[in-house]
T-cell receptor
Framework: NAGVTQTPKFQVLKTGQSMTLQCAQD?????MYWYRQDPGMGLRLIYY???????DKGEVPNGYNVSRLNKREFSLRLESAAPSQTSVYFC?????????FGPGTRLTVL | AQSVTQPDIHITVSEGASLELRCNYS??????LFWYVQSPGQGLQLLLK??????LVQGIKGFEAEFKRSQSSFNLRKPSVHWSDAAEYFC??????????????FGKGTHLIIQP
């Protein structure tokens, strides 16, 4: 039982490049989330998926897209990366209202 | 809109002393409240949660928190801190709508420093 896994762990991009952050959970949870963490800002919700086939915007969705591929997987895509998207990205899944977090992806955009 | 305020950005406590970290929230419905801890370069670990019932909740590592609806507060306490408690602490609030669990709103965190 791996819980919530994220790939990659680290990534460096140049401005304008695109990439997809992958997230998977093996706990059979319906809901999944993407957050970003910036120094002094706590975690902020980017997008979430309450169930397979649905996605909704969170507090800071601009510049991101998501795909709920199936019940297990929820990906986050940066179409044209910007330096302002330098951050640590956390994926989470939830049972009822308790969320379980992945280890994070540290992304730097130059 | 929901919000969480952690008034203290940094707190320094001597090892063995008691600790209280403050958290105030704003939420339109019945809140679900959480405290998470994060060590440098690590992910988030859930310390404790409040959904309903007894307003004093016990968590892991000897932490407890008290929900006070009248004050919109959910303060975290520990009677005697250890050097290993040095970390970043986050308070969070969320809800549960008919379609599934809403995302959490986090405070900006309190950085706990332990003095020997």
């Amino acid at each position: 039982n791996a819980g919530v896994t994220q790939t990659p762990k680290f990534q460096v991009l140049k401005t304008g490049q695109s990439m997809t952050l992958q997230c998977a959970q093996d706990m059979n949870h319906n809901s999944m989330y993407w957050y970003r963490q910036d120094p002094g800002m706590g975690l902020r919700l980017i997008y979430y998926s309450a169930s397979e086939g649905t996605t909704d915007k969170g507090e800071v969705p601009n510049g991101y897209n998501v795909s709920r591929l199936n019940k297990r997987e929820f990906s986050l895509r940066l179409e044209s990366a910007a330096p302002s998207q330098t951050s640590v990205y956390f994926c989470a899944s939830s049972w009822y209202n308790e969320q379980f977090f992945g280890p994070g992806t540290r992304l730097t955009v130059l | 809109a929901q919000s969480v305020t952690q008034p203290d950005i940094h707190i320094t406590v001597s090892e063995g002393a008691s600790l209280e970290l403050r958290c105030n929230y704003s939420y339109g419905a019945t809140p679900y409240l959480f405290w998470y801890v994060q060590s440098p370069g690590q992910g988030l670990q859930l310390l404790l949660k409040y959904f309903s019932g007894d307003t004093l909740v016990q968590g892991i590592k000897g932490f407890e928190a008290e929900f006070k609806r009248s004050q919109s507060s959910f303060n975290l306490r520990k009677p005697s801190v250890h050097w290993s408690d040095a970390a970043e602490y986050f308070c969070a609030v969320g809800g549960y709508s008919g379609g599934g669990a809403d995302g959490l709103t986090f405070g900006k965190g309190t950085h706990l420093i332990i003095q020997p």
